[in-house]
């Protein structure tokens, strides 16, 4: 009777399930409500999409879906807040430019944002993944690492230099050294392990793990630490570098001339913030379903009606024109 497991192997589905969607941009400020809570203004600044409950402080009891009213990602149910720092060009007068962002393939229309994945597994056997719960927090990433080792302790925190809009191979951790001709896709994959019981921790990162061997990508098992497996969660930054990539602009060393809003010109200091902030149980429904891309059992509205959800910034500065100094007197260092 061997014929029996191996029909059932055959007739199993391949799960190649994943939700992939846009959220257009809340507000780019000089906001941290995880690292700088209370603080008005974050040492650097910051570019912000998802649910209007985005504040200066965002109390871990109140979830952004009891408070927000909209959201600019394109599952409506979505609230949550999605962070990275700001990509800045530095001209050869030492002054900066603000890059633009741009909107994913499909998501053209959306103004500037992110693409935000959650992957339940890429296994061809479904096995459940836990969602994040209500008050769940993390960040990956450290602003302040440098040199390629540091940036090695994070998995896949990458660039990628895009030929075009659908480049999606030669990823690397730190800045692409020659002009990209369609722009620099900035990638941030979180850890994929939970230790089940805390929804943040002091240094936002401890209470989650990678896994213990392989990788998500290979179905690698959690760490007994860390047991349960929450599902990837991976940010898409498209920074529209295009108008800067005449090399006459760029520095007479033969260096590339972009800097993160904190001051990092290698780019190993790529990192990302998340606050959940799914209403209900949506976002754990769909996980169970295995949905592919577009999901049925979600809320959907258009990127226009997500558009309007953006936000004003609460402390006004002037992040655009040629700056003399980064935000905040960031040093590039
Ligand atoms: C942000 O926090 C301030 C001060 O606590 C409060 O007045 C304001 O209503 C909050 N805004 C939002 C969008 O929650
Ligand atoms: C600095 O360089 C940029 C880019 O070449 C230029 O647009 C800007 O006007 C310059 N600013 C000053 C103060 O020279």
Redesign the pocket.
Known sequence: MLWKPILLALLAPTIHALLRFSCSQLVIERLDPLVNPGISQSPHLHQIIGGNAFNVSMDPAISPADQATCTTCTFSEDTSNYWTAVLFFR?????F?RVPIKGNSGFESSSGGMTVYYTPTIASTAAKVTAFKKGFRMIVGNPSYRTEAEAKQFRQLTYTCLQTITTRTGETLDFPKKPCPVGVMVNVRFPTCWDGVNLDSPDHMSHVAYPQSGTFETNGPCPATHPVKVPQLFYEVIWDTTKFNDKA?WPEDGSQPFVWSFGDKTGYGNHGDYVFGWKGDALQKAMDSNCNINCPQLKTQSIATGNKCAQKQKVPENIDG?L?ELPGGMMVQ
């Not at 001209?91 to 002054?95: E, V």
């Open positions: 001209a050869r007068n030492g002054t430019k602009l040629w003399t």
